[in-house]
């Protein structure tokens, strides 16, 4: 699609063979890209526009047959649809509505924190300091860990492999079928650093968003035109996921999206919704 076909013939150079690229911005309050400027959304495996429109037609009744004498249109939305199959943390968090943030892993010696109070054999619990956060060691040198049965009683030092299976990278540990511990009996955590700190963790929150805006960038790189490229500019787009995000399968994992191109009269452009333009 090089352009406006001005030949009068037609051309097997406006065959499209559809690849490309997704950028989003978010916009400042005046309805322009912000100083982050567009963000590059990864692969997209699938991007699609829909226009649709609302109309109302008018019927004569002045003879035996009813006919149309006239037709309306009413209203008109351009809706667009796009898979995502990179699924950094800021797409995943967009796939949830949500936000991302850094989880602060604690990072200093953790003394007599409670596990439980109704310890179970065979359950998998989570490591957590005395204010509830999570430890996580992610192969941080040195951090030693001692688990002890009834600690606020007569403390008894457990064996690991023999009365509990410990998972550090991910803070969990597992009271073993064979253990002494009783259950319902009280645990403690002991976590001594050690030379290397464990790091923070990148962290997404689920539904904090009502729908994800800004402005949508895609640059369509057409493969049966010698890589020609059209860019569609959606000035202001409300997003939301849509669809199912397979976390097992056979396939690569996608994101799926859908939305509505809103009116933005922060932009200079004659179209306020979409500009369509070839290179």
């Known amino acids: 699609m090089p352009g406006i076909n001005s030949t009068g013939a037609p051309s097997t150079r406006d065959y499209t063979l559809g690849r490309g690229v997704v950028r989003l911005a978010k916009l400042t309050a005046a309805g322009l890209p912000d100083?982050?400027?567009?963000?590059?959304?990864g692969n997209a495996p699938?991007?699609?526009?829909?226009?649709?429109?609302?109309?109302?037609?008018?019927?004569?009744?002045?003879?035996?047959?009813?006919?149309?004498?006239?037709?309306?249109t009413i209203s008109q939305e351009v809706g667009v649809s796009f898979q995502l199959d990179e699924m950094n943390f800021q797409n995943l968090a967009d796939a949830f509505s949500g936000t991302t943030e850094t989880y602060s892993?604690?990072?200093?010696?953790?003394?007599?924190?409670?596990?439980?109070?109704?310890?179970?054999?065979g359950a998998w619990y989570q490591i957590k300091d005395a204010s509830g956060a999570r430890v996580y060691a992610l192969?941080?040198?040195?951090?030693?860990?001692?688990?002890?049965?009834?600690?606020?009683?007569?403390?008894?030092?457990?064996?690991?492999?023999?009365?509990?299976?410990?998972d550090a990278q991910l803070g969990l540990v597992r009271i073993l079928p064979g253990s002494a511990v009783l259950d319902g009996d009280e645990i403690g955590i002991d976590v001594t650093v050690g030379a290397t700190s464990a790091e923070d963790l990148d962290q997404v929150n689920a539904l904090k968003v009502a729908a994800v805006e800004g402005a949508l960038l895609f640059v369509q790189e057409n493969a049966a035109d010698g890589g020609n490229k059209t860019e569609y500019l959606f000035h202001k787009v409300s997003l939301s996921s849509d669809g199912d995000l397979s976390l097992i399968g056979d396939e690569f994992q996608v994101a799926n999206f859908s939305g509505i191109a809103e009116a933005n009269n922060g932009v200079a452009d004659t179209s306020k919704v979409l500009t369509v333009r070839s290179y």
């Open 35 to 41: 100083s982050d400027g567009f963000r590059d959304l």
């Open 46 to 72: 699938e991007f699609s526009i829909n226009v649709s429109s609302e109309e109302l037609t008018h019927q004569s009744s002045r003879e035996q047959i009813k006919f149309t004498d006239k037709r309306v």
């Open 105 to 121: 892993n604690p990072h200093d010696t953790i003394f007599d924190s409670i596990i439980a109070s109704d310890v179970k054999k």
């Open 139 to 166: 192969d941080a040198a040195g951090m030693v860990y001692t688990i002890e049965q009834d600690p606020s009683g007569t403390p008894a030092v457990l064996v690991e492999g023999t009365d509990f299976e410990l």
